[in-house]
């Protein structure tokens, strides 16, 4: 875990892949980390899968809380990721739209062919940043969430033959504890503010971004 940037309303930092992002009982989740290191409680605004890597805010104030969970909810809080997919992607960009049902037993998130009891709306766009021969042949894309569901890029790209590389859960021929998927910037209102701030991070050069160069 890396702080990056601190205010008094709000903290970012870097999530390494296998950190819990939300708060739990064991010592190492990220949450715990933060307080230990900044002597005081934070509040998660969002999260990332355990897998996932890259930023994270939380917030240092309830009022921050509340604020920044409102933007997360109208549509103020922008989030965009780097992923890595198995593949050529036909279509260079595009939006994806489906109706996704979350399995709490089996902890996996599954499209349905139609809107039904408990499955939501899951929205993003992405677009094709470049291509490589390796592991087969692997496509970077950059991608904006429009939504905020459970697996959501995983299981949307895994359902369309893409999975994400490293995401044996949803498709990839290799499993591993840091899948291709990168928190790479995140846009937001300063809580209490009109002012908009950006920060943007680079993923780690290893075994799934190396290839392409990522800077």
């Not at 890396?2 to 892949?17: Q, S």
């Not at 917030?59 to 050529?88: E, I, P, W």
Request: net charge positive.
């Amino acid at each position: 875990m890396e702080i990056l940037h601190t205010t008094p309303d709000f903290v970012i930092c870097r999530k390494k892949p296998g950190e819990v992002s939300e708060h739990t009982s064991d010592k190492s989740s990220l949450p715990v980390l933060l307080e230990k290191a900044l002597g005081k409680k934070v509040y998660p605004v969002h999260r990332l899968d355990c897998t996932t890597g890259g930023l994270m805010v939380f917030a240092l104030t309830s009022s921050a809380a509340a604020d920044l969970s409102a933007q997360m909810q109208d549509g103020r809080f922008h989030k965009s990721y780097l992923a890595v997919v198995h593949g050529v992607m036909e279509e260079k960009s595009g939006i994806l739209e489906d109706e996704l049902f979350f399995d709490r037993r089996k902890g996996k998130s599954f499209i349905c062919d139609k809107k039904r009891n408990g499955t939501k709306t899951a929205r993003l766009q992405y677009a094709v940043l470049g291509e490589s021969a390796e592991h087969g042949g692997i496509s970077l894309c950059k991608i904006e969430l429009f939504t905020g569901r459970t697996h959501q890029i995983r299981v949307q790209f895994g359902g369309r033959k893409h999975p994400l590389l490293g995401d044996g859960k949803y498709g990839s021929r290799s499993n591993c504890k840091d899948c291709a998927l990168w928190s790479a910037q995140i846009n937001f209102q300063i809580p209490g503010t009109t002012e908009t701030v950006t920060f943007t991070d680079t993923p780690p050069t290893n075994r799934a971004f190396g290839g392409f160069g990522v800077e």
